[in-house]
Structure formats: structure tokens, C-alpha cells
């Protein structure tokens, strides 16, 4: 079975850690996610806040906080941030393990979940999910493409 429920509305907290290259980010965050709407907080790993993303309607404001503020697409803002171009459209439905082709799931594990998921060239990695129930929630999940990896470690839903 891997129609697995996939939220249109969501709000995760965690660490995450992304790479390009020798470049690293490492930090918390915070994401709220809705339908045609997105919103980021980006913390230092000490819980400074050093950065918020927020997108509507196709145009995403980034405001630093050091009072630098960037207007642009929520793809360019969202790869300033991390420091890697990752595809933003995918990350929701990514993030809970949402497939929609069988064919891409290439690895999955002893519940039937997928582990492994590879989609437009981009390889996805579900470490560990949040339970043993079928349609948990991905704990750690990790998307690499080439030199480029996002590792997102959910640390609650809601």
C-alpha cells in the first residue's frame, strides 16, 4: 500500500542541514506550509533567528535579520537560504512521504512505506519515520541530486 495521506496544510518544526559542494547550512526551522502559501523561519543551531521566508501568490519576501530583505521567486530565495537549489514545488509532498508514481519507489521498508524514492533525477531517503503505523509521519528525511543534499529532521508536526 503506498497511498499514504499527504496534507495540504501543515506546520513542522526541526534541525535541518543542506550542502552544495564544500558550502554547508546547518540550523533549526520552522514551516508552514498551505495551499499557494509558505512560510519559513530560519534559526542559527543556537536558536538565534536569522532569517524569515514568507511566499504568496508566487512572490516570496526574504527578511534577514540583519534587516537585509530580497523580493524574488520562493525557488531562488528558498536556495539563498540553504545555500542549494532544491525543487520547493516537491519539498510538501516529499516531507510526507507522498508518492505519485509506483515506479519511483525503488526501496521500501518492512511496513511498506517507502524508503527509497528516486523522481526527476533527485534521489529521496526516508531514515526513520515518527511510529511504526503505516501512515506515519517521515522523522528524517534526506533529497540529494548530484553534489546538492537537504537532510530535514522533523521534530514536530502539527
Not at 100 to 112: F, I, K, N, W
Not at 129 to 157: C, F, H, M, T
Amino acid at each position: 500500500m503506498l497511498a499514504r495521506p499527504v496534507l495540504a496544510t501543515f506546520h513542522v518544526t526541526g534541525r535541518l542541514a543542506a550542502q552544495r559542494g564544500e558550502e554547508a547550512v546547518h540550523g533549526r526551522f520552522s514551516w508552514r506550509h498551505a495551499a499557494g502559501q509558505d512560510h519559513w523561519q530560519f534559526f542559527s543551531p543556537l536558536g538565534q533567528m536569522m532569517a524569515e521566508l514568507e511566499s504568496s501568490g508566487g512572490v516570496a519576501v526574504l527578511q534577514m535579520a540583519d534587516g537585509g530583505r530580497h523580493v524574488a521567486p520562493l525557488d531562488e530565495l528558498l536556495a539563498r537560504m540553504l545555500g542549494a537549489d532544491v525543487p520547493v514545488a516537491m519539498l510538501p509532498r516529499w516531507l510526507q512521504a507522498g508518492v505519485t508514481h509506483l515506479d519511483d519507489v525503488r526501496e521500501r521498508d518492512l511496513v511498506g512505506r517507502p524508503q527509497r524514492v528516486v523522481e526527476q533525477g533527485w534521489e529521496v531517503l526516508y531514515r526513520t519515520y515518527a511510529a511504526e503505523d503505516i501512515n506515519a509521519s517521515p522523522r528524517l528525511v534526506e533529497v540529494s541530486r548530484g553534489d546538492v543534499s537537504l537532510k530535514l529532521l522533523v521534530e514536530q508536526w502539527q
